[in-house]
Structure formats: structure tokens, C-alpha cells
């Protein structure tokens, strides 16, 4: 996870296409951190594991405390791309 940014999308039920925000936004996010794997999802559960750690680092946790868990997004992310 050194070059991977994870994106947590909270989107209304007004939003037309999940599927096509979350790819706007990961085209955006490369266009400003070229070098970097980008993923968004809107999946409920994992944006909650995104929160959780990104609250835990915010709160002076080392980010590698969190490696288990980003390897869990990874992979969850991985299969809904498939």
C-alpha cells in the first residue's frame, strides 16, 4: 500500500451512476498524483474500513498499523473490478 490511494465515496441516491462518479473521480486523483494506484469505491462497508483508518492515522497511529486492513480494501476492491 506505499503507492495507493484509497477513496471512500459517500454518494446520495440522487447520484445517476455510482459505478461512473467513482471513475470520474480516480481519473481526477491521477491526474494530480501521477505515479500513485488509484481506487474509489461507494460500497458501504468499505468506506467505513477506509474512515476507521484514516481516523486511527489522523489520531497518531502508524499507518503500518493499518496494513491488514488495507490489504482486505485492496482486495475487496480488486474482485468488484473483475
Known amino acids: 500500500s506505499n503507492r495507493n490511494i484509497y477513496i471512500g465515496l459517500e454518494l446520495n441516491s440522487a447520484t445517476t451512476s455510482a459505478a461512473q462518479t467513482e471513475k470520474m473521480v480516480v481519473d481526477r486523483v491521477k491526474q494530480?498524483?501521477?505515479?500513485?494506484?488509484?481506487?474509489?469505491?461507494?460500497?458501504?462497508n468499505t468506506v467505513a474500513s477506509i474512515k476507521s483508518i484514516a481516523r486511527g492515522v489522523a489520531g497518531g497511529?502508524?499507518?503500518?498499523?493499518?496494513k491488514n486492513d488495507l490489504d482486505k480494501i485492496d482486495q475487496r476492491l480488486k474482485s468488484t473490478l473483475k
Request: glycine share 6%; no cysteine; charged share 20%.
Open 32 to 44: 494530480m498524483e501521477p505515479g500513485y494506484s488509484v481506487s474509489a469505491t461507494s460500497d458501504k
Open 61 to 66: 497511529k502508524p499507518l503500518s498499523n493499518f
